[in-house]
C-alpha cells in the first residue's frame, strides 16, 4: 500500500456506467509499433524513473512503445472517473488495491481472464483477493507491503529490553522506554482519523478475531483497549490522534519514540538518517500462539475497458510481464517493497534483510477490500471513528465501537 487510500467518493453516487465504446488515450499508431499508455501515481523518485525504465522494458519484450504518465495520487480516482466518462482511459491503469473493486463496480476494467491472464500460481493469497472483484481477478500486484513494528536498536538495548512478541511484552517495553523528561514515547502510532488510522489499527483488531461485519464485538472492544491502555501508560502520545504515518516516522527519526508502527516505504529516510540503528519484527500478537494479520498493501495493473480489443490485448500482455518474477524482483529492489512472489520474496529477503519482518507479514496479510468488497471504505470509517472517540476519552472502547458500528450499514 503505499499507504491505505481508499477514496469514499466511489462508494455509491460515484460509480459510473460505461458505454465500453471508449477510445483508449495511447497514442494511436499508423501501421508502426503500437503505443501503449500506462497511468500510475508515482511521481517521486525512485519509484517514477524505476517504474518507467520497467514499462519500457515490458514494452520492449511485447512490441509496443511506451507513454508513462504519473498522476499525484489525490487526484488519480478523480482522474480516472473524469477520463472514463470522457472516454479517454489509458491503456494500463495503476490503482491502488482497495480502490479495484470500486473501479471495477462501475464497469472501467476488463477481466484478465478476457485475454488469457491469470494471478501467478505463487503469489501470496491476499494480492488475489486484493484484484478481485465478484469472482473476476481485474488487477494484479507485482509487490506487496504491509507494517510491522521498527525500533531503535540502541534505546532497547539501553534499556535492558528485546523487541516484543505479544501485548503485554509491548506494553511493558514501552513504558520502560519511555523517558517524560526528554519527551520521549516508548510507541508511536498512527490514530488519525483518516483510513492511515484505520489501516494501522487492524493488525490488532484483525489479530484478535475482530471482524469489520460488525466491529462491535469483545475482540474488538479488547483490541481497542489495548491502543487506550498505552495512551494511558504515558507511553503512546495524545497526539497520535493527530498523526499520520508519515508524523509517526519523524517522531522516530529524531529519537522521540523508541518503537513505532510503519512501512517499507520508510527505508530509504531511515536508513539516510545518520546514526541511527533501527530493524523490525512483525507487530505483537496478543498471544504468543497467534500469527499477525495485518492489511496488505501495494498497488495493481489493470486493464480499462478502452473498446479497442487489440490494445486491450497487447496492454494484458504488459501487465503479464509486470507480474514475472523476474519484473516483480526489479521492482522490490528500487521501491522497497515485497514481490508479491513467495519465492521471490525469500529471495529478496536473503540480500535485504530490513525487509524480512515484511515478507513474513505479507504471507498472512488480508486484502482490505476481500470480505465487504466496496463497501469496505464504510467500515474503515467506522473503525478509525471508534479509535478516536476512544482516545480522545469521549466513550469507553465497547461504547465507542457501538456508536461506531451504528454508522457501519
Not at 517524560?180 to 493488525?203: C, D, H, R
Request: with cysteine.
Amino acid at each position: 500500500m503505499k499507504k491505505s487510500r481508499i477514496v469514499a467518493m466511489l462508494v455509491t453516487g460515484a460509480a459510473i456506467s460505461l458505454s465500453l465504446a471508449a477510445c483508449s488515450s495511447g497514442t494511436p499508431s499508423s501501421g508502426g509499433t503500437p503505443t501503449l499508455t500506462v497511468e500510475d501515481y508515482y511521481t517521486s523518485n525512485p519509484a517514477t524513473d524505476g517504474y518507467t525504465s520497467t514499462y519500457k522494458q515490458c514494452g520492449s519484450q511485447i512490441g509496443a512503445k511506451i507513454n508513462a504518465v504519473h498522476i499525484a495520487g489525490a487526484s488519480l480516482i478523480q482522474k480516472v472517473l473524469q477520463q472514463a466518462s470522457s472516454k479517454t482511459l489509458p491503456d494500463v491503469l495503476m490503482l491502488d488495491n482497495p480502490d479495484v473493486q470500486q473501479i471495477a463496480a462501475s464497469g472501467a476494467l476488463a477481466p484478465l481472464k478476457n485475454f488469457g491472464v491469470s494471478a501467478p500460481s505463487g503469489d501470496v493469497p491476499g494480492v488475489v483477493k486484493a484484484g478481485t472483484y465478484q469472482g473476476q481477478v481485474y488487477g494484479l500486484a507485482p509487490v506487496i507491503n504491509s507494517i510491522a513494528l521498527y525500533y531503535n536498536v540502541d534505546m532497547l538495548k539501553a534499556a535492558g529490553v528485546t523487541p516484543p512478541k505479544t501485548w503485554d511484552e509491548l506494553r511493558a517495553d514501552a513504558k520502560k522506554l519511555t523517558d517524560p523528561s526528554k519527551s520521549v514515547y516508548g510507541f508511536a502510532m498512527s490514530n488519525i482519523n483518516t483510513y492511515e488510522g484505520t489501516w494501522q489499527f487492524l493488525p490488532f483488531f484483525w489479530t484478535n478475531g475482530g471482524n469489520e461485519k460488525n466491529i462491535d464485538t469483545p475482540q474488538a472492544a479488547q483490541a481497542l483497549q489495548f491502543d487506550v491502555d498505552l495512551q494511558n501508560d504515558g507511553s503512546m502520545s495524545k497526539s497520535s490522534v493527530n498523526w499520520n504515518q508519515q508524523d509517526v516516522n519523524n517522531q522516530f527519526v529524531a529519537g522521540k519514540a523508541a518503537m513505532m508502527i510503519n512501512g517499507p516505504w520508510q527505508l530509504p529516510v531511515l536508513n539516510g538518517t545518520k546514526g541511527l540503528n533501527f530493524a523490525s519484527v512483525p507487530i505483537p500478537t496478543r498471544t504468543a500462539s497467534q500469527k499477525v494479520v495485518s492489511p496488505l498493501g501495494g498497488e495493481t495493473f489493470n486493464v480499462p475497458n478502452t473498446g479497442d480489443k487489440t490494445k486491450m490485448a497487447l496492454a494484458a500482455k504488459l501487465v503479464q510481464c509486470l507480474n514475472t518474477p523476474a519484473t516483480q524482483l526489479k521492482i522490490a529492489k528500487f521501491s522497497g517493497n515485497v514481490p508479491a512472489d513467495e519465492s521471490s520474496a525469500a529471495t529478496f529477503a536473503k540480500t535485504h534483510p530490513q525487509v524480512q519482518s515484511f515478507v513474513q507479514t505479507v504471507k498472512t496479510a488480508r486484502a482490505r477490500t476481500g470480505e465487504l468488497g466496496p463497501k469496505w471504505p464504510t467500515a474503515a470509517t467506522a473503525i478509525y471513528t471508534a479509535v478516536q472517540l476512544a482516545l480522545t476519552g469521549k466513550a469507553s472502547p465497547q461504547a465507542a465501537l457501538q456508536q461506531a458500528q451504528a454508522q457501519n450499514k
